[in-house]
């Protein structure tokens, strides 16, 4: 029986040529981050070289971000015993890659001299994969031909942005709009041209809200802009989201050179202001605004059950 004890217990050596073997970088932390020790196969993965990791914290030797990460999962792995499937991204002697980063906290022995809790990290290249993902994810998610976001990133964590803001009584917007006319300009120049328009467009879009609002190819020559955290009062909230309104118009408004073509473009913009909706609702809403924005000479948006000459007052 001790002898079949013995065989099932790999040595030191055995164990530290299995270790040697694997593709991983290995570190040994402590719960503020601090490396002593580490095992590397590919130095060229890492962030700075081995001996300069030694005794230094991961907030002294990377990025604020990725630093952030790993100490969450510290923390979760104190907690939990475990932490598995964190992502960092970081600059290496062989450029930008991708990690996953998992941790187990280590189980104390009798020749362990030390009486903090240690963990053991392994920090996995996946820099293809990840690559592959954000790709698929980027055509699954975006428009190509303007490159924005595309109606289906509603669903893509834009809920969870807007339910923040609305916890915190602040309220969102969101304007419906459409390209009057739009199809004359592909009927008299062609689709390239008209291409070209929408493109223009969307870039002015995206110049005339803030860095945190989102513009979305809603499809054909419509637009969709989701605007969270405004003012908690309606008054001033409204009267934030009619000068986005305005400056889109301004800019939208300023004619468009394509290949010797001068084209001007009128846009229409239905708005719905809220603090407590759902972001289906809030669009279908913007849209029927929007019909009521077309219809108007003067002012080119609406407010959704709200009449124009009273928007702004």
Not at 131 to 137: C, T, V
Not at 214 to 234: A, K, M, N
């Amino acid at each position: 029986m001790a002898r079949t004890q013995a065989l099932a217990q790999p040595s030191y050596e055995e164990l530290a040529s299995t270790l040697s073997a694997m593709p991983d970088l290995m570190f040994e932390l402590d719960e503020e981050g601090r490396h002593w020790d580490a095992r590397i196969l590919r130095p060229e993965l890492l962030v700075a070289p081995a001996e300069q990791l030694i005794g230094h914290t991961v907030t002294e030797v990377m990025p604020e971000q990725a630093a952030k990460i790993v100490m969450q999962a510290l923390q979760e792995a104190k907690v939990n015993g475990y932490s598995h499937g964190s992502h960092i991204h970081l600059s290496t002697p062989v450029g930008e890659r991708w990690f996953e980063v998992s941790i187990a906290r280590k189980v104390m022995t009798a020749s362990d001299h030390h009486a903090e809790t240690r963990f053991i990290v392994l920090s996995r290249d996946i820099n293809d994969r990840k690559l592959e993902y954000l790709e698929a994810e980027k055509l699954a998610y975006h428009d190509q031909l303007t490159e924005l976001p595309n109606r289906h990133v509603l669903q893509h964590g834009l809920t969870e942005q807007l339910r923040v803001g609305q916890q915190l009584g602040s309220y969102s917007a969101i304007l419906f709009l459409d390209l009057d006319d739009f199809k004359k300009v592909n009927d008299l120049h062609g689709h390239h041209v008209g291409d070209q328009l929408l493109k223009a467009v969307a870039q002015r879009l995206c110049a005339s809200v803030r860095q945190d609002d989102v513009v979305i190819r809603w499809g054909g020559d419509e637009f969709v802009i989701l605007i969270t955290h405004l003012s908690p009062q309606q008054p001033q909230a409204e009267s934030h989201v009619v000068g986005i309104c305005q400056q889109i118009i301004n800019k939208v408004d300023k004619p468009y050179l394509f290949e010797g073509n001068k084209l001007s473009c009128r846009i229409s913009i239905g708005v719905s202001l809220f603090n407590n909706l759902d972001i289906e609702t809030g669009i279908q809403q913007a849209d029927s605004a929007m019909y009521q924005a077309k219809q108007s000479d003067s002012v080119r948006y609406a407010f959704y059950n709200k009449p124009i000459k009273d928007v702004g007052t």
